[in-house]
């Protein structure tokens, strides 16, 4: 296992149950998909064991940086879904602030390759909070959809996509 992380199957699992719990007016879910910038680039230029690398290093930073109760999962080749159960919007822009500031430190020797990150923070509220319905499913494309309009706006961001009540 290359990164100690989730895979997708067990992160959507995970992100339907804390969903349906959020759904039923228990709680409020918030989840971000970072997705690292120009990825493809660093295993051509630097070899996939550079790339690999690159991988360990981001999903270790995404352990570290987030609460106890997320849930942290690689959902693709340089995607990465982060399931914050109980967050506010608040919480949940401030940890992905975080984390798009702290992959933008890290140096990965020894090259010393530079990697930035484009993230999208998408937020459910309570029932109590709102009449719009999103499966989890489809909450996941909207912040794959706000994460690609991150990428076209300039990439290395954070942006934002909130379920809006009726």
């Known amino acids: 296992m290359l990164t100690g992380l989730y ?33 493809k680039r660093v295993n051509d ?5 550079a790339g690999d690398q690159v991988l360990r290093r981001v999903a270790k930073l995404l352990q570290h940086v987030t609460r106890a109760s997320d849930m942290v ?21 401030n940890i ?8 933008r430190r890290l140096k990965i020797v020894p090259n010393l390759i530079e990697i930035t990150a484009s993230i999208d923070v998408s937020l459910r509220y309570n029932a109590a909070q709102t009449h719009v319905h ?16 991150a990428k ?8 934002y996509f909130a379920e809006q009540a009726a």
């Open 96 to 103: 992905a602030e975080r984390v798009c500031t702290m992959i």
């Open 73 to 93: 999962a690689r959902i693709g080749g340089e995607e990465f879904l982060v399931v914050l159960p109980d967050a506010s919007a608040e919480i949940a822009g």
């Open 7 to 39: 895979n997708r199957r067990y992160a959507m699992t995970h992100l339907c149950h804390q969903f349906q719990r959020a759904t039923q007016g228990q709680a409020a879910l918030a989840l971000f998909v970072p997705d690292l910038d120009f990825f």
């Open 152 to 159: 076209v706006m300039g990439r290395d961001r954070v942006s």
């Open 134 to 149: 999103l499966t989890a499913q489809e909450l996941l494309k909207q912040a794959e959809r706000a994460l690609y309009r």
């Open 45 to 49: 230029t630097y070899g996939h064991a």
